[in-house]
Each structure stands twice: as structure tokens, then as C-alpha cells.
């Protein structure tokens, strides 16, 4: 956690580190930063460039005369040029140019830091209104920036134009970057430093729904979950209700395309062939959009964690990686016209009852196997884990199959999100779906983790406190 004035940041450390890094090398840096909206890239450069000397754009989707013009007035009041001001300059490289040849004005905080940081946000927005404005940006950074005591970091929140429009082989910023940050969701483990004061079970159903986005969480700091889920999510002129489009916006021009894919793996259609029959479209047909989906990190592939070549498995599923984009097509896109007319109380029932069983309980296993990651720094086991996911096969299904694939060591494990303490019905059974799995049989070390929402029966409790191969997570009983 990291405390910056009054702000208080979360799981951001190795971010900041990195930009810092990059600030202090004596060479010119160039930083892209990218990811998905609403996970945090503003707050990060705005608490980042305070006490530096620092002009920070915020591009729009106006046109490039307009952002010119805005990017003018900002190196004006950086440098005290009136001249600079009062010019109708719309030329990019001679702003660039004013702005580094003019002797900096320093506040009192900015007088120990004479590098200067620019930091262009939303950049996708330049590069829309003008395809050519990476090739300004590359002669800029090759005939003044590189030349400078400068720190240039481009942002952007629409990740496959950055990628394609800053990072691509193809793009005249090519070579140019000195580093990169995708920013990425906010893991479970730190939430609780958004809510201290929250239980274990809460936060999960908070991480449930908000999925590691800093600005989601914002709505979910007060009062019930169900009543901020009214509130935001179920009412036409809430923040969210409307998210996913403003999401797929910035991506993509087929959203109704997209809409239909992700909605039919919501309502539980993983396989290709079962989402292509369900859509009625060829499976051929529909690589373009599952790639460009896994891409934006909305969707993943998962294949049993044994797979040796994951990407030639045909055993393949496809699954919602987002927790609010799970929830919002799980609950709220098949509802919008009742939405759209008042009758939110049949979606409000249908979303208190099936909440739990239908949605957090799934991402429970998620969180769990995000613990067996933290628990390998520990190596209860007495040896390092190297894979760990789901398994399954056409009869079978492990929660949690991790092992060290130099080793014979290999974990099976079960989670339950319920109200029932977990017996010994449910270890023995996991035992008995452990055999189905064929990896080195004849010379392997089998160990086994329970991980239970309510705890575990006195009789589970029991059993582990004489076998060294299990262990049990979970309320009340933690090894």
C-alpha cells in the first residue's frame, strides 16, 4: 500500500518503482502506459508526476486542432511564454521545441527537479483523429524528446490502438519506448486494504462484482452490496449500468457482435461448438472476435492445467475473465427492457437469489487458486509449484490441480462457497476424482487442500490433524 499525500494506493508499488526508475536513469525515457478503463492509469501518472516538473495532457475526442490548441495553452503556462499563449501555433514539433528550449517556471516543490515529465493521456484519441500523429510523435521523440532532459509517458485506455498505434512492429514509435506498463486489475489478496473492516466473506462478493477495478470500488465503499448494485448497476442512469458498451466502445466497431458472443458464454455456453450453435454462426467465423476478446483480457481460453501444448488442445473453454463484465451479462444485459421500464424489483429477487450459487462461488475458485500462489512463497508442502489451474475431463472436474513439473509432487483441491461446513464426503470424493487424472501414477506424491467458505465438520477436522498431506483453508481452521 502506498501513501501519497492523502491518496492511498493499492497494489501499485512495483508501478510506481518502475516509473521512478525510469525517471531518474540520466538518459531520455519513454514510457508507455495502457490498459483497460476505469483500472487506475490517470490516478497513477497524477500522483506519480506530483513534486516534479511535469506538464500533463488529457487528450479528448475533439478534433487535432482543438487538442493542439489545449496542449499550447498547457506549455504556455509551463514555461510563462505569453508569446506562446497568445500564437494560434498549430504545430506540434514547434510546441515541442518552445517548450524545451524555455527556461522552466518552478514552483517552490518543482526547484530540486529539473527533469521534465510529459505526459500525454488518452493518446488513442490523437491517433483517431489523425492516423499520422505516431509519425509526429516519432519525428518529435527522434529530433527534440531523445535529445532532452525529458520523461515522455504516452497513455491510453483503448489497448488494442496502443498496442497497434505504439507498440506494433508496424508503428512509427516502434524501438523508440525505453519501457511499458499494461496496468492490470487490483488481485484479491489486497482488498482488504480498500475495506479493512469488511469480512472475508464480503470482500469476496465485493471482488465478485468489481473484479479488481479501482474506480468500481468507489461505488461499493457504503452501504449494501444489493443496495449499491440498485443503485449503480440496475438503474438506466447508475454509473455502470451502461459500462460494458463504454468498454467495448473503445475497442471495437461490431459491439452488438461482441455483445452476443460474450452474452452466450455467460449463460454458460464454453465449448466453440456450443457457442457457435448457439449464435448459428460457423466456428470459422467466430476466431476474429474470441481472439480480439482474449486480447483485451474479457475473455480467456482455459484448457485442463496438464495440457502440455495449451494452444493445439482441443479441450479448450472458453470463459469470462472480467468479474463485472461475468456479473452484468449473467444479470443485467438479458433484463434491459425491464430495466429500461421500472420493474427493477423481478431483477433485484433474481439477483439476491442467485447471486452466491451463480456468481461468487465460481469466483471463489478463482480466488483460491490465487492463494495457492502465496501459499507457495510459504512452501508448506516442501516443494515449489511450477503449474496451477483447473482440471477436468468428460466426467470429471478438480477445482485446483497444481504440481511441480520437475518433480513427482502434485496437490488436488476443492473450494466451497456455501453455508455448510465442509465433511469428509467431499475430501473422499475428491480423493476418488484424483485417480482420473494421469500424471506419473506409478511414482507420485499426492497431496490435497480444502478450501471452505463456512470452515469444516469436527470429523474433517480431525482427519487432517493425523495426515501430513492435507491441509484445510477456511473459517476458523487455517494451517
Not at 518552445?98 to 490523437?126: G, M
Request: proline residues 3%; contains cysteine.
Amino acid at each position: 500500500i502506498i501513501y501519497m499525500g492523502t491518496e492511498i494506493f493499492v497494489d501499485r508499488e512495483d508501478e510506481f518503482a518502475f516509473l521512478d526508475e525510469q525517471y531518474r536513469q540520466r538518459s531520455p525515457s519513454f514510457v508507455v502506459l495502457y490498459g483497460r478503463r476505469r483500472v487506475g492509469k490517470t490516478a497513477l501518472i497524477t500522483q506519480f508526476i506530483q513534486k516534479k516538473r511535469a506538464l500533463y495532457f488529457l487528450a479528448t475526442e475533439e478534433s487535432e486542432v482543438q487538442n493542439c490548441a489545449a496542449f499550447r495553452a498547457l506549455a504556455a503556462d509551463i514555461t510563462g511564454n505569453e508569446l506562446l499563449r497568445s500564437s494560434q501555433i498549430s504545430d506540434w514539433l514547434l510546441i515541442f521545441k518552445t517548450l524545451l528550449e524555455q527556461p522552466a517556471k518552478l514552483s517552490s516543490v518543482q526547484k530540486n527537479s529539473e527533469r521534465l515529465i510529459i505526459a500525454i493521456d488518452e493518446f488513442q484519441y490523437l491517433a483517431r483523429a489523425n492516423p499520422a500523429f505516431p509519425s509526429i510523435m516519432q519525428k518529435a521523440w527522434d529530433t527534440l524528446l531523445a535529445k532532452s532532459n525529458v520523461m515522455l509517458i504516452l497513455c491510453g485506455s483503448s489497448v488494442s490502438m496502443m498496442e497497434s498505434a505504439v507498440l506494433a512492429y508496424e508503428s512509427p514509435l516502434y524501438g523508440r519506448r525505453t519501457g511499458q506498463i499494461k496496468l492490470k486489475q487490483i488481485p484479491f489478496s489486497h482488498y482488504g486494504k480498500f475495506f479493512p473492516n469488511k469480512s472475508e466473506d464480503k470482500l469476496t462478493e465485493l471482488y465478485a462484482l468489481t473484479g479488481g477495478i479501482p474506480k468500481y470500488i468507489e461505488f461499493f465503499e457504503e452501504g449494501s452490496i444489493h443496495e449499491q448494485i440498485a443503485k449503480n448497476i440496475l438503474s438506466p442512469s447508475g454509473f455502470l449500468y451502461n459500462e460494458p458498451a463504454f468498454l467495448l466502445y473503445q475497442e471495437v466497431s461490431e459491439i452488438g457482435s461482441y455483445f452476443s458472443l460474450i452474452k452466450s458464454i455467460a449463460a454458460g455456453n464454453h465449448k466453440l461448438a456450443d457457442i457457435a450453435s448457439d449464435l448459428e454462426l460457423k466456428q470459422t467465423g467466430l476466431s476474429k472476435y474470441l481472439n480480439t476478446l482474449i486480447n483485451l483480457e474479457f475473455i480467456e481460453r482455459e484448457v485442463p492445467v496438464t495440457e502440455e501444448k495449451p494452444e493445439k488442445s482441443k479441450r479448450g473453454l472458453y470463459r469470462i475473465k472480467d468479474n463485472f463484465l461475468q456479473f452484468w451479462f449473467r444479470f443485467v444485459f438479458p433484463y434491459m427492457s425491464d430495466l429500461e421500464i421500472k420493474k427493477t424489483k423481478t431483477v433485484e429477487d433474481r439477483i439476491r437469489k442467485n447471486f452466491i450459487d451463480s456468481h461468487v462461488s465460481f469466483v471463489y475458485e478463482d480466488i483460491c487458486r490465487e492463494r495457492m500462489w502465496q501459499l507457495d512463497f510459504e512452501k508448506p508442502w516442501g516443494f515449489t509449484i511450477s503449474r496451477c489451474g483447473r482440471w477436468w475431463d468428460k466426467n470429471n472436474e478438480i477445482d485446483i490441480v497444481a504440481y511441480d513439473g520437475a518433480g513427482k509432487d502434485i496437490i488436488f483441491g476443492e473450494c466451497k462457497y456455501t453455508s455448510q461446513k465442509m465433511g469428509l464426503d467431499v475430501f473422499k470424493a475428491l480423493e476418488e476424482k484424483s485417480k482420473s487424472l494421469i500424471w506419473q501414477n506409478d511414482v507420485r506424491r499426492p497431496h490435497f487442500i480444502l478450501f471452505s467458505k463456512s470452515g469444516f465438520t469436527a470429523a474433517l477436522k480431525a482427519l487432517a490433524e493425523n495426515r501430513k498431506d492435507l491441509m484445510l483453508i477456511g473459517k476458523g481452521y487455517e494451517q
